[in-house]
């Protein structure tokens, strides 16, 4: 069998209650008249036990309030002591602030009740002001105490409810920082693959063809493409380090790609694809005039710039086509083809990175991509690799890149 661990405080209430209520005995300070019927020790029973149940204020102040009403109500019928009815009203007060919500809300209403019936009743018995001061103490030995434990219980809730919206907020705020911190680290990966994955990929496949043919004039080409790929990939390397030094969006949309660079994006993947088999065209058919948010040009540069790099390690020979459509009011749409086959040849690996890269751009915009084989043309080669983006370009679209 087990027994509730009192608090301390209850504890020292509880004995200090005892002691002062024997003190006042012994020095014969009654609340009422010498009583001839009993003795003025029996005092000290309702005392004892209204000072005992004082150790139930916290862990059961429901059971605690009828023990010292019939205590207080035993005090009357005798010479009565100050520090029964001073217990009492501390009852009343924590029946309301650590009993249940219910409680805490009926007890000052029937307290309330309580003191008005009992006025109204004294006055009718004794036709005499002197009932509506009986009223008034009354009032202020239960309804005082139980509306005072409501004010503080309610600032307490109060309290609990603005500590708990801290936390709230303070997890809620831990977690939109970590959602950020996620969301630059995938945006520095994709731009770290966009930016080396094409030079890299240059650079493997043409020094596998230095290693592989022994052929001076091979040779000396393909260590020149690996020395431009080299500088313009250190170059982009650059660039990418001072974005991430400077906070500021402005930056990175002042030095960020654009789709007027594509010509030269494709005009370097034909020179990297020199005896490879493979053709590279670009079908522009954006109306003129229209403007891109730089969210989108980048995101389509990007997209073309991993679709020529995965042509140069996995195409086959045949031609890889960018074709660009957008019309004023409408989404941009990217698409690049180029065939499905395996060829011979210098090949760089691939990690599917890439894709993985494009699809999150894609998605950030609220887009939709596209990229797998499709039938290809009659009289052409089987299939085709296709990779299809269609970019929204509406005003209420600008998300960050």
């Excluded at 509880?14 to 209520?21: C, D, E, W």
């Excluded at 020094?207 to 493409?225: F, H």
Aim: aromatic share 4%; glycine share 8%; with cysteine.
């Amino acid at each position: 069998m087990t027994f509730p661990r009192f608090h301390r405080d209850d504890a020292i209430l509880a004995v200090s209650a005892f002691l002062g209520g024997v003190l006042l005995w012994s020095l014969g300070l009654y609340t009422q008249s010498s009583r001839g019927d009993l003795p003025a020790w029996t005092t000290l029973v309702p005392l004892t036990v209204i000072s005992a149940q004082s150790l139930l204020r916290r862990v059961a102040p429901l059971a605690m309030l009828p023990i010292a009403t019939a205590a207080l109500i035993a005090d009357q019928f005798t010479v009565g002591s100050l520090i029964t009815v001073v217990v009492f009203t501390d009852a009343v007060y924590a029946a309301v602030v650590y009993g249940s919500p219910t409680a805490a809300r009926r007890i000052p209403v029937l307290t309330g009740l309580f003191t008005v019936a009992s006025t109204i009743t004294l006055l009718a018995l004794f036709q005499d002001p002197g009932g509506l001061l009986l009223g008034v103490i009354i009032g202020f030995i239960t309804l005082a105490p139980a509306t005072t434990g409501s004010i503080i219980r309610n600032h307490r809730e109060a309290a609990d409810a603005a500590e708990l919206r801290a936390e709230q907020t303070a997890l809620l705020a831990e977690m939109d920082r970590v959602q950020a911190v996620t969301a630059e680290r995938s945006r520095m990966a994709r731009e770290l693959h966009d930016v080396v994955a094409n030079h890299l990929s240059a650079i493997a496949i043409h020094s596998t063809a230095a290693l592989s043919l022994n052929d001076p004039r091979t040779t000396e080409d393909a260590l020149g493409v690996i020395r431009e790929n080299s500088v313009a990939g250190l170059t982009e390397m650059r660039r990418l380090i001072g974005l991430l030094r400077n906070s500021g969006g402005d930056q990175e949309s002042s030095v960020a790609p654009t789709l007027a660079g594509l010509e030269s994006l494709v005009t370097q993947a034909a020179t990297h694809g020199v005896g490879s088999g493979l053709a590279f065209s670009l079908d522009d058919r954006r109306e003129e005039g229209a403007t891109l948010p730089s969210p989108v040009e980048l995101a389509a540069y990007r997209i073309v710039q991993e679709s020529l790099t995965n042509a140069l390690k996995h195409a086959g020979p045949g031609e890889v086509r960018i074709t660009l459509t957008h019309l004023v009011g409408s989404a941009l749409t990217v698409v690049v083809t180029s065939p499905f086959s395996s060829r011979p040849g210098p090949r760089a690996p691939g990690s599917g990175a890439g894709l993985v890269g494009m699809r999150e751009r894609v998605a950030l915009l609220e887009g939709e991509l596209e990229a797998g084989p499709i039938e290809g043309p009659p009289g052409g080669e089987t299939k085709i690799w296709c990779v299809r983006a269609v970019l929204p370009v509406g005003d209420d679209k600008e998300p960050s890149t």
